[in-house]
């Protein structure tokens, strides 16, 4: 274990940061998504493919919709399931509540517009959605997967619930959409250990000194394998 060395991925500041998009633009897009001030958006951005739990999105904010009115959901991508996906927001009498905003390249501005940011995925990669929308400022709610209990903490940096637990992702959407101060929390914490932790100078500085010391310690043209 002592030649394990972990880099992680890193997150680009530049693209994904609040400051850098004009403050208009929030209000520019919570009109055009027909959305006033006490409405509480939930973004999502994502492939629209089985992995992602979109169905279980739908149901739960189904549920949560009935508690709290005031919200709606705005869904950024596309994929094989949109129809399938669009059907099952008719059949939940979701039609005045979810947008499909389909594919966009302004990811980072949408992200201005959310009030929390949610996909309940069943399988990541790395997840970098999750970490990007922390770096924007947005209080995050995934679900309690790796790598995702690596990357985030718990309560502390970000909700995270059992996969495919329609009725816990309502209760947790319900709450925070009545309580703006724990979002806040949220999105405090979470940008703060974003950007200690997943930089992506840092990540190409780290990486750097990894393969310095490689050719420190094996010499130029060593193989290691």
Same mark, same amino acid.
């Given at each position: ?23 208009? &633009? ?18 999502? @951005? ?9 169905? $279980?999105?739908?149901?739960?904010? %189904? ?12 869904? =950024? ?6 129809? +399938? ?38 399988? !990541?990669?790395?997840?970098? $959605?999750?970490?990007? =929308? ?9 679900? @309690? ?7 985030? &903490? ?15 992702? %309502?209760?947790?959407?319900? *709450?925070? =959409? ?6 806040? *929390?949220?999105? $405090?914490?979470? !940008? ?7 930089? +992506?100078?840092? +990540?190409? +500085? ?8 490689? $050719? ?10």
């Amino acid at each position: 274990t002592d030649n394990i060395i972990c880099v992680h991925n890193g997150i680009d500041f530049n693209r994904f940061s609040r400051a850098s998009i004009p403050p208009e &633009r929030r209000a520019e897009l919570r009109e055009e998504w027909h959305c006033d001030d006490a409405t509480v958006v939930i973004g999502c @951005a994502a492939r629209l493919v089985p992995d992602k739990g979109l169905d $279980v999105l739908l149901h739960a904010v %189904a549920r949560a919709h009935t508690v709290y009115p005031a919200l709606r959901l705005v869904i =950024a991508g596309e994929g094989e399931l949109q129809p +399938q996906l669009e059907r099952l927001t008719a059949q939940l009498d979701l039609t005045a509540v979810v947008q499909f905003l389909g594919w966009r390249e302004d990811v980072p501005t949408l992200m201005t517009g959310f009030d929390m940011f949610c996909l309940p995925t069943l399988r !990541e990669g790395f997840g970098y $959605v999750f970490l990007e =929308a922390q770096a924007m400022g947005v209080p995050v709610v995934a679900t @309690a997967i790796e790598p995702l209990t690596e990357t985030m &903490r718990a309560g502390i940096t970000a909700v995270l619930v059992p996969p495919n637990d329609v009725e816990r992702l %309502a209760d947790e959407l319900a *709450r925070l =959409a009545r309580n703006p101060e724990e979002r806040h *929390r949220l999105a $405090v914490n979470a !940008e703060k250990h974003v950007r200690a932790h997943f930089d +992506q100078e840092q +990540q190409l +500085q780290q990486l750097a000194a990894v393969y310095r010391g490689c $050719v420190t310690h094996y010499g130029p043209g060593a193989h290691t394998g």
